[in-house]
């Protein structure tokens, strides 16, 4: 069963930047949409990003367009969140998600992916 393994995670001062990158075990990983996600113990779980299997495609939370940049590396089998001009709001846990086989094009819907790392912490402090 194919696994996603996120790491990148820690502690930034406002203004900071993160890298995130999420790895799959498989090379049908190219095959797939992939997405970034983020929960706080407050909020449900949001969208973030994603992008289809060539990365052509994306899609982004508006709070994060021109900040935050999804891109993927398929000879890698890792997709990477790059983080820019963070702040307080953006702490939260991220989660990478393969799409479900089905979905082709970028989508914000949780219920549209089927596999799910453990999640990252990322922590802005004001």
């Known amino acids: 069963q194919v696994q996603v393994v996120e790491s990148g995670g820690g502690l930034v001062q406002a203004g900071g930047s993160l890298r995130l990158s999420c790895t799959a075990s498989?090379?049908?990983?190219?095959?797939?949409?992939m997405g970034w996600f983020r929960q706080t113990s407050e909020k449900e779980r949001e969208f973030v990003a994603a992008?289809?299997?060539?990365?052509?495609?994306?899609a982004y939370l508006d709070s994060v367009k021109g900040r935050f940049t999804i891109s993927r590396d398929n000879a890698k089998n890792t997709v990477y969140l790059q983080m820019k001009s963070l702040n307080p709001e953006d702490t939260a846990v991220y989660y990478c998600a393969r799409g479900r086989e089905s979905l082709v094009v970028p989508s914000s819907l949780p219920s549209e992916y089927d596999t799910w790392g453990q999640g990252t912490q990322v922590t802005v402090s004001s």
């Open positions: 498989e090379r049908t990983f190219r095959n797939y949409v």
């Open positions: 992008l289809n299997w060539r990365g052509a495609a994306t």
